[in-house]
């Protein structure tokens, strides 16, 4: 009698193991989905590389991909006032100074939770770097130290 119970019980673990072996080879599946989307963000990146626009580039670009922004102060302004990245992924920042009628210099100053992300006050004409990673998603500010009021702006971080 117990012949048949251990043949019975042999019988239902290799129809387990064979339900096992087959989700493997679905999860495959989901894999080759998962390269066929990759595929498909790599070519999305490339359309808005082509077209220059600072912000479609920067939201589509990888996070594994360094990203360079420029952004320039004229006539008591940043040229833009939303700058969007990918958290993890490296940036460079380039002031652009040509406001020459300014009373004081600019700077651009990324504010990031407890972090002071900043380029050196300069006066016009005059060009200062700042490169960063910021891993933690949200919003955060950036401002010009000497023009508070009139030049800020906020830096988004996607995930």
Known sequence: MRI???ATALALLSLLLA??????SSGSDPTAATT????????ATTVPTST???TASTASTAPSEPLEITVIANALAFDTDVITIKAGQEVTVTLNNKDSTADDGHNIHFFVGERDILTPIEEA???D???FTIDTP?????FCDTHLVEMQGKLIVES
């Open 36 to 43: 066929s989307t990759t595929s498909t963000a790599t070519t």
């Open 138 to 142: 949200g919003e955060y500010d950036f």
């Open 125 to 127: 004409p005059s060009v």
């Open 19 to 24: 339900a096992c072996g087959g989700g493997d």
């Open 4 to 6: 048949p119970r251990l």
């Open 129 to 131: 770097s700042v490169t």
């Open 52 to 54: 220059t626009a600072t």
